[in-house]
């Protein structure tokens, strides 16, 4: 089993219902698997990436974008250096597993 990895995440932009926040990894990395409670919209601007849900995996390229469904247990595996901007409501809330 991988070792998991957090990526460097950096907030872009808060308003009253959403936010942007910047995601990167280095190719390799095993970011760390979970459900959101509400969906989000992630938007590759770097590099390639597999984002694994439960039932299919799908590869994202630069100028990617993905409506991440809630609920479903997700996790990304990073193919080549990866940055991303992740789109999600103020009140999102977050559940990891190891």
Excluded: W, Y
Excluded at 42 to 61: A, F, P, Q, R
């Amino acid at each position: 089993m991988k070792k998991v990895s957090h990526p460097s995440v950096k907030l872009l932009a808060k308003g009253q219902k959403f936010n942007a926040k910047q995601m990167e990894a280095k190719s390799g990395a095993l970011l760390p698997k979970h459900t959101a409670s509400i969906e989000s919209v992630l938007i590759v601007l770097e590099g390639t990436c597999i984002l694994e849900l439960e039932d299919s995996d799908h590869i994202l390229n630069k100028g990617d974008s993905f409506v991440v469904p809630p609920g479903i247990k997700h996790q990304i595996r990073v193919i080549n250096d990866f940055k991303a901007v992740h789109v999600m409501t103020n009140d999102i809330q977050f559940k990891f597993f190891d």
